[in-house]
């Protein structure tokens, strides 16, 4: 039996875990969307749900419980920013899992996290990352076309007899 099991080990210690708890929360509130397994998905929606609902209560202690979960100020200054526009209207249920399927290596199962309102992505971001693709592409083109023209074509040799 097991009795007094709570939560998912993951395959870490105390402080491993952690650690990764924060990391992943850090990631969720910087992208909107992670890319994880299920596992790790499930430990850690309830931790950003309960970091949100903090920060949206807004008093001392809770803010600094905040603050010391995420540790990074840009990130956390973020978070108050969403707070405030996103999920004012919302009293829960801020995040959201979405299934992909099995993971190839381990058959592990594989989702993505995100905030339920998603942010649309920014035009300007979005036409900034396609024009980085376009001149790397370029580029690759450049170079084998460069490479082509550096090697020099040989010429096949005479085959040899075989009797005499």
């Not at 596992?39 to 600094?64: D, M, Y």
């Not at 992909?100 to 971001?125: Q, W």
């Amino acid at each position: 039996m097991k009795h007094g099991y709570f939560g998912r080990k993951l395959g870490r210690n105390k402080d491993e875990r952690k650690m990764l708890f924060r990391n992943l929360s850090r990631a969720l509130i910087e992208h909107g969307r992670i890319h994880t397994t299920l596992a790790k998905a499930k430990s850690i929606q309830p931790t950003v749900e309960k970091l949100i609902t903090q920060v949206k209560r807004g008093s001392s202690g809770a803010l600094v419980k905040a603050q010391k979960i995420i540790s990074d100020t840009a990130t956390y200054t973020l978070l108050s920013d969403m707070v405030k526009t996103r999920f004012a209207s919302r009293t829960s249920g801020y995040t959201r899992i979405i299934k992909l399927g099995s993971r190839i290596g381990d058959a592990s199962e594989m989702v993505y996290l995100e905030f339920v309102d998603a942010a649309p992505v920014k035009p300007a971001v979005a036409k900034a990352a396609k024009a980085a693709k376009e001149v790397k592409k370029d580029s690759k083109v450049q170079e084998a076309e460069v490479v082509t023209e550096e090697k020099p074509k040989r010429k096949a040799k005479p085959a040899k007899s075989l009797g005499k």
